[in-house]
């Protein structure tokens, strides 16, 4: 059988039909948009702390500007770690995300022989969203009211007095090791699983010293549960504006230990989204009314344009000297 070979002039009607006829054939099916079904940000702690409330108004960002559902996912477990993993092990299309700490970030992998990804290797950033100083507090039975007088009890009583953290391995359990490499001091370590046993314990005076986020510490703060000492950015915080930096003491010059919280994504993320999510969470960041709900959960948004490798970078780096300093295996 002979087949003929035709060939057409494509003009008029019949263009318009073979264009119809073309976008509907196996070989040009047209790619869908990003975002073109509701987006998931886990977040690896419970709701109602101070990392679910910077993913949910991350989330608000990315709903905004991406014209996108967005759906908060609580993962709570091993500071972060569990929700991580998911993610990690999520697709990397862009529909499942991380709301993530410095914990397990930065911190948690120098110390936690379970967490199996790389931080660095396993993720991809998208872009930091907030910082926030801890604090630094003493309580309802310690009498002292300044970070010189803490210094000058501890060093009179070397290791009668301990502190407690939201568990081994976390952002605030580095700031406080770090508070005694800085000031040569020997106090004990108490983990805790999580701020609010803590907490009680403080203000019940069965806990003598605490690193704590301010949002968590503040009520304790303002109703004169507990002493707030000292801040640990390198200058004070706008939320607690007559608490000192525990950089302004001369023993502790320079002293700047954040928590944060950013936005990963799984790794081999297609560029193309990765840069919508990031223009996405740049222009929430400039977005008056977002900024406001930021600083008002107690943290310092970010200015849009940090390099978030670095810094994961410039952490991972700094919590390595302090596991050398310290045993993290109470």
Known sequence: ??????????????????????????????????????????????????????????????????????????????????????????A??????????????????????????????????????????????AGPHI?????????????????????????VGSTLHFAGEMLKQRANLKMPHIPYRGTAPL?????????????????????????GRITALGVTSATRFTALPLVPALA??????DFELNGWFALMAPRNLPADIQQKLSAALQQGLQDAPLRKRLAAAGTVPAGGSEDLRQTMQVEQKKYAELVRFADFKD
């Open 92 to 137: 990397a299309d862009g529909y499942t995300l991380l709301l993530g700490s410095s914990n397990e970030l930065a911190a948690t992998k120098l110390v936690n022989p379970a967490q199996k990804y790389d931080p660095l290797k396993d993720l991809t950033p998208i872009g930091l969203v907030a910082t926030s100083p801890l604090v630094w507090v």
């Open 1 to 90: 059988m002979k087949y003929l070979a035709f060939k057409f002039s494509w003009s008029g009607p019949i263009a318009a039909i073979g264009i119809a006829i073309g976008v509907h054939s196996p070989g040009a099916v047209a790619q869908t948009a990003y975002p073109a079904k509701p987006i998931r940000v886990v977040v690896g702690y419970a709701p109602g702390g101070a990392v679910d409330t910077a993913g949910r108004i991350a989330g608000d960002m990315l709903a905004k500007y991406l014209h996108a559902t967005v759906v908060i996912d609580n993962v709570p477990g091993a500071a972060g770690v569990v929700g991580a993993q998911r993610v990690v092990g999520a």
């Open 143 to 167: 009498k002292v009211k300044a970070t010189d007088e803490f210094i000058a009890l501890i060093k009179a009583n070397p290791g009668k007095y301990s502190y407690g953290s939201s568990g």
């Open 248 to 253: 302004e003491n001369a023993a502790l010059k």
């Open 199 to 223: 907490l009680s314990d403080l203000a019940g005076g069965t806990l003598d010293f605490a690193m704590v986020s301010p949002t968590a510490a503040a009520p304790f703060i303002q109703s």
